[in-house]
């Protein structure tokens, strides 16, 4: 403190007020802090089985590709993929983690019917096209975890440099 202060009363009790205040705003971020590190550790051990996922069923998806293009040739499933419909569905909310704005992603699930005719197609074309579905509605989960998880770090950063401060 660069100001000397009279040594009254008044002055004393104004400390005193002061320093409790600033106990109780430090309890409250080290709080928050406690908060948000466990959400944080969470979403990433929950990040971790969803990648785990997506990288299971991005093997199985690609083994029934390549087996599609075996029975059915690399130039007609190159061209029945053309065919694929336009991703539109992805929106993004938000919620609120003690004052931390994180986004909710959700998309529409796919109904599961293919975009192709039968006609000339493998049953391996359809197990792909099922299995690349599901890594996109996998991918949209991954990356709302993710983008929490950094949102949460960069609060959880920032609350720390508020703490000193104190």
Do not use: W
């Amino acid at each position: 403190m660069a100001k000397t202060l009279a040594p009254t009363k008044g002055n004393l009790m104004m400390a005193k007020n002061t320093l409790r205040l600033s106990k109780q705003g430090y309890e409250m971020l080290d709080k928050k802090r406690n908060i948000l590190i466990r959400e944080m550790m969470l979403l990433i051990e929950e990040a971790k089985e969803v990648e785990a996922k997506i990288e299971e069923t991005f093997a199985a998806a690609y083994k029934a590709l390549e087996s599609a293009n075996v029975i059915m040739g690399v130039s007609k499933v190159q061209n029945l993929a053309h065919s694929a419909v336009l991703e539109n569905s992805v929106k993004v909310d938000l919620r609120s983690v003690m004052g931390v704005e994180i986004p909710v992603v959700t998309a529409d699930k796919p109904d599961g019917r293919p975009v192709y005719g039968f006609n000339g197609t493998s049953s391996a074309l359809d197990e792909a096209s099922v299995k690349f579905n599901e890594v996109k509605v996998m991918t949209v989960k991954l990356t709302e975890i993710e983008n929490a998880v950094y949102r949460l770090a960069m609060n959880i950063k920032k609350n720390a440099k508020e703490s000193k401060c104190s």
